[in-house]
């Protein structure tokens, strides 16, 4: 009979997997997948080799704070980023008001920031602006779907480090993690 692990979703519900391997089972149960992002295509072949885990293979995990309105793309593009990347995602908002409240509380900690343009109230260029005028620490990166030559320029005149397109550039967005965390390694 094969070996069978008993884990837990984020429920706390159990689940089983067959062959002892682990298997995270998110709250909606929703694939990773190239309809969700189409760009992941090609990622995992590239990546898994590398396989990260962290410091053990060298880098230290990238403290990430998500500001995605999507509660479908917040949760694949967590999943996507601590799979395939050294990443810990340390918070989620979902409007302006909640970035700017969680990533000015002196008492939370992240190095990169990836926000999203359009929110349910606000927007991802006002959480930009207020953290430009703040002159926050960490990086700012902002993944959209609206990623235009202006949106682009506009996005890094106020301080984000890059401007990831979800329909097309997931894979960057996860080299770039990969890049900074071997930086800050």
């Given at each position: 009979m094969?070996?069978?692990?008993?884990?837990?979703?984020?429920?706390?519900?159990?689940?089983r997997r067959p062959g002892g391997a682990a298997k995270r089972v998110s709250q909606a149960d929703?694939?990773?997948?190239?309809?969700?992002?189409?760009?992941?295509?090609?990622v995992e072949q590239r990546i898994a080799p590398a396989r990260f885990g962290g410091s053990a293979c060298?880098?230290?995990n990238l403290l990430a704070f998500v500001v995605e309105d999507s509660?479908?793309?917040?949760?694949?593009?967590?999943a996507a980023l601590e799979e395939m990347a050294p990443v810990k995602v340390v918070g989620t908002a979902v409007d302006q008001a909640g970035a700017l409240s969680w990533l000015g509380d002196g008492a939370n900690q992240?190095?990169?920031?990836?926000i999203?343009?359009?929110?349910?109230?606000?927007?991802?260029?006002?959480?930009?602006?207020?953290?430009?005028?703040?002159?926050?620490?960490?990086?700012?990166?902002?993944l959209t779907n609206y990623a235009t030559a202006d949106i682009?320029?506009?996005?890094?005149?106020?301080?984000?480090?890059?401007?990831f397109?979800?329909?097309?550039?997931?894979?960057?967005?996860?080299d770039h993690c990969v890049a900074r965390a071997s930086r800050t390694a």
């Open positions: 094969p070996e069978t692990l008993r884990t837990s979703d984020l429920r706390g519900q159990a689940v929703i694939p990773l997948d190239r309809k969700t992002f189409p760009s992941l295509q090609n060298g880098m230290s509660p479908v793309i917040q949760e694949n593009l967590i992240c190095d990169i920031a990836i999203d343009i359009f929110l349910r109230q606000g927007s991802g260029m006002g959480v930009l602006r207020a953290l430009h005028a703040a002159g926050a620490p960490f990086e700012r990166v902002v682009r320029r506009q996005c890094l005149a106020l301080g984000a480090s890059a401007v397109d979800k329909s097309g550039e997931i894979d960057a967005l996860v």
